[in-house]
């Protein structure tokens, strides 16, 4: 799926009043962006929601970000494939992480390479 049916595939859900009041609540409670500093006008989803609505709306799973920010940090982990956050342990918490991965890297790279 590409970037612009992904997008409008979801974009309904972002349009309801639920998602706008949790989003304008999200900003009056943490009004700064979490990479930044500056007032945030973008409210992101931490973990990609992919439609569940669990996700989606679950207040511990917003940060608060600027549009440049938002647009940074979703390319580069749209780029990467995987967050690089760690869980209680210090291990990286996705399981998309090279470090859960094992050796599906290199099956990988012999394949695109082979
Ligand atoms: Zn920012």
Redesign the pocket.
Known sequence: MNRSAHAKQYRKLYQTKRWKALRRDHLNKNPY??????I?NTVDHIHPHKGDLTKFHDPRNLQS??K???DTHKQRLESRGYHGDVDESGWPSDVKHPANLGNQIDDRTKTSTG
């Open positions: 962006c979490v990479m930044c500093g500056k945030a970000l600027t440049d920010c938002h």
